[in-house]
């Protein structure tokens, strides 16, 4: 029963650390790639940034990582928050050149990585074996509550460039949110970082899986730059979109907790509407397209769930600390690659969209090709 009522505590505290968490996060995030464009930086200024911020990580997750094995994981979210609060005060000193960009994808990157390697040790600590899928539902209404919150009030503080008021609000919150994760207990097992060799023990079915599930991520980073050239050049409705689209994954997951209590997994057909409704953004050029980013909310909801069910059931092969280092680095890997090519060789932001659609359906295609000979 105590250990029951420990779980629970443990639960608790950490939704309370992700909303707050994901709420500050939230209010720079959902706006970095317009807030770069309309200082006046070049798309491929911007899309270099992604591309530093994400091959700088691969390092860094695995030192944050080694840190892991000798102190605790809240440390290292600490680290990840200060440097979160030194970003945020870079940017309001926005300066076109190339040095600016690498100084501020190195700074994401601290902060991105020491947030991510410490939250997801963490839940995967928090959520148990059975019935993860209905916890993390738990775990997602928080999450996207606060985005719907932080994309209205982000627009609103950054629409009146008050990026100092921004600054002072996250940074209070932020460690404020720090108290609930400082009560989570766990098991303290420092496990011995050994990235290669448990490589070998993972899935590399899954690992691509995860690969070309973090493309999502490159495609919301580009979609505010393609509202505000063809659509409309304002914070308010790129917060209203994200609002829109969170409100609906809130919605259909009530309606969808019933389909992930089975064993079903709809990553395939989930993959495949996400590539639809992102050929959907691009075909409307007006105020339709609040439609279609509500019905994106719904798909978003059915894949991140499913990416989610293929995570918790790999940890059955794979210590908490190893999984999910070897997500960041799949994940960063991923990302990088696709970023560098959209660098190379292509301009206009509509056609980087289309290109990381098309790395999504080959890679989706392997996916296939590997599940159907492990089937056999």
Same mark, same amino acid.
């Given at each position: ?75 290292? *979210? *600490? ?42 040790? !963490? ?62 207990? !766990? ?31 490159? *495609? ?157």
């Amino acid at each position: 029963m105590k250990k029951h009522k420990s779980s629970n505590n443990n639960f608790i505290n950490f939704n309370i650390f992700s909303f707050l968490s994901t709420f500050v996060r939230s209010l720079i995030e959902i706006f970095i790639s317009l807030y770069l464009f309309k200082k006046g930086f070049s798309i491929k200024s911007i899309v270099l940034f992604y591309f530093i911020a994400n091959l700088l990580a691969i390092p860094i997750a695995y030192i944050y990582a080694k840190i892991g094995e000798k102190t605790k994981y809240s440390y290292i *979210m *600490m680290f990840g928050y200060i440097s979160f609060i030194v970003l945020q005060i870079i940017l309001r000193h926005a300066v076109i050149s190339n040095y600016y960009i690498l100084l501020i994808a190195f700074m994401y990157s601290l902060y991105r990585r020491g947030y991510w390697v410490s939250r997801r040790f !963490y839940i995967t600590n928090v959520i148990p074996d059975k019935k993860s899928s209905c916890r993390f539902l738990f775990v997602i209404f928080g999450g996207q509550g606060a985005k719907i919150l932080s994309g209205y009030v982000g627009s609103l503080l950054l629409g009146s460039a008050s990026m100092l008021t921004m600054i002072i609000i996250s940074s209070i919150i932020l460690f404020i949110s720090l108290i609930p994760l400082s009560k989570i207990t !766990y098991e303290s097992k420092h496990q011995k970082i050994e990235l290669f060799k448990k490589l070998k023990k993972s899935s590399f079915k899954n690992l691509l899986a995860f690969s070309f599930f973090e493309l999502d991520d490159l *495609m919301a980073y580009l979609f505010p730059i393609y509202i505000a050239i063809y659509i409309n050049t304002t914070y308010t409705l790129a917060g209203n979109l994200n609002a829109l689209n969170n409100v609906a994954i809130i919605i259909f997951s009530i309606i969808y907790a019933k389909i992930i209590n089975e064993k079903r997994n709809y990553f395939v057909l989930s993959t495949l509407l996400v590539i639809i409704s992102a050929l959907l953004k691009l075909s409307v050029t007006n105020y339709l397209i609040l439609i279609v980013y509500f019905i994106d909310g719904i798909i978003l909801m059915i894949h991140n769930q499913s990416i989610n069910k293929i995570y918790f059931e790999e940890r059955n092969n794979i210590d908490p600390a190893h999984q999910n280092l070897i997500y960041q680095v799949v994940e960063c890997i991923s990302r990088s690659f696709v970023a560098l090519f959209l660098l190379l060789f292509i301009k206009d932001v509509k056609s980087m969209i289309l290109v990381v659609n098309l790395f999504i359906l080959i890679m989706l295609s392997v996916y296939l090709i590997l599940d159907g000979k492990r089937k056999e």
